[in-house]
Nanobody, 114 residues
Framework: QVQLVESGGGLVQAGESLRLSCAASRIIFSMYTMAWYRQAPGKQRDMVAHITRGGSTNYAGSVKGRFTISRDNAKNTMYLQMNSLQPEDTAVYYC????????WGQGTQVTVSS
């Protein structure tokens, strides 16, 4: 079945960086606009960034200039480079298509301490 596996999260201090990965299987990855989402405790899941099939990107205002989304279609993998992390970036991070139509993975926890 179609599967998305997120990895790369962890506990960091404010100002540090992390790189998340999203590995997709059993989908024609290159056909989809893909996105990163995050969900903080007690809050709804929000889109952080998305990347089109052609590589065009868009970011939520709260992460613009700090996060960079990229993809490697040959590897069926998407990335999120997160720099200058802040405590408000603490959340579980998920990947999915732009419309979220693939079963959600487990996500990867990012915790930023002040």
């Amino acid at each position: 079945q179609v599967q998305l596996v997120e990895s790369g999260g962890g506990l960091v201090q404010a100002g540090e960086s992390l790189r998340l990965s999203c590995a997709a299987s059993r989908i024609i990855f290159s056909m989809y606009t893909m996105a990163w989402y995050r969900q903080a405790p007690g809050k709804q899941r929000d889109m952080v960034a998305h990347i089109t099939r052609g590589g065009s990107t868009n970011y939520a205002g709260s992460v613009k200039g700090r996060f960079t989304i990229s993809r490697d279609n040959a590897k069926n993998t998407m990335y999120l480079q997160m720099n200058s992390l802040q405590p408000e970036d603490t959340a579980v991070y998920y990947c999915n298509t732009y419309i979220g139509n693939i079963p959600w993975g487990q996500g990867t926890q990012v915790t930023v301490s002040s």
